[in-house]
């Protein structure tokens, strides 16, 4: 019986467990203060693990990590530092949250 009750508590577990941005690859969460004028975007996967992200004090626009809209300014495309692929993203109204981190955009890479 207590096997019985380990079990069912995990299916619970895993089926409350949802992606952050349902069919992306992954989601840029808001701005953090690091202070002194230094803000943080990190990159997640649908883990919420952070894979990538910007730090700078400078305007993340012009950091080639990110390309954003004109006004009202939103990422609208990553490209990941570590491999170059470059993912198209979008605000989605199914993104979620990694701890406290809203989720603002999701990332696609749409094989370009």
């Not at 803000?39 to 992200?53: E, Q």
């Not at 300014?73 to 990694?98: E, H, I, M």
Request: net charge negative; hydrophobic share 30%; aromatic share 10%.
């Amino acid at each position: 019986m207590k096997t019985f009750f380990a079990v069912l508590s995990l299916a619970v577990a895993v089926s409350q467990v949802s992606a952050i941005c349902p069919g992306f690859n992954y989601g840029i969460g808001n701005v953090m203060s690091e202070g002194g004028g230094v803000s943080r975007w990190n990159v997640y996967d649908d883990s919420c693990n952070v894979v990538d992200g910007l730090t700078t004090n400078e305007n993340p626009c012009t950091q080639s990590i990110f390309g954003c809209t004109p006004p009202p300014v939103t990422f609208d495309s990553y490209k990941n530092s570590f491999n170059g692929l470059q993912y198209a993203c979008r605000p989605d109204p199914n993104s979620g949250k990694c701890g406290n981190d809203d989720i603002s955009v999701c990332c696609r890479n749409d094989g370009n």
